[in-house]
Nanobody, 120 residues
Framework: VQLQASGGGLVQPGGSLRLSCEAS????????MEWERQAPGNQRELVAS???????NYAASVKGRFTISRDNAKNMMYLQMDSLNPEDTAVYYC???????????????WGTGTLVTVSS
């Protein structure tokens, strides 16, 4: 099982970016999916999460600006980031609770990170 994040880059304050995360490999199902981020010198923090039926949760710092979504048919998760500010600069990671190997047994997988830099 692999998770691959993409879509990061350099954006000006107030701009937007859309991150994508693709799950690949052999697995039975994907349960909760999450975006985390880690800024230089800071601990990794939860940005947003989404359950398999679409229920979402956001960190207070991004609520109203970021939107998490997923396409279960494509094994994809997205993070639409609007009104970006320099404090959003971080490496963003995707994380997913995936049932693989044995039915009924799931574990978390982390993907590679994608760097988001918000700067003028």
């Amino acid at each position: 099982v692999q998770l691959q994040a993409s879509g990061g880059g350099l954006v000006q304050p107030g701009g937007s970016l859309r991150l994508s995360c693709e799950a690949s490999g052999r697995f039975f199902s994907i349960n909760e999916m999450e975006w985390e981020r880690q800024a230089p010198g800071n601990q990794r923090e939860l940005v947003a999460s989404i359950t398999s039926d679409g229920s979402t949760n956001y960190a207070a710092s991004v609520k109203g600006r970021f939107t998490i979504s997923r396409d279960n048919a494509k094994n994809m998760m997205y993070l639409q980031m609007d009104s970006l500010n320099p404090e959003d600069t971080a490496v963003y990671y995707c994380k997913a609770d995936i049932e693989a190997g044995h039915r009924g047994v799931s574990m978390y997988y982390w993907g590679t990170g994608t760097l988001v830099t918000v700067s003028s």
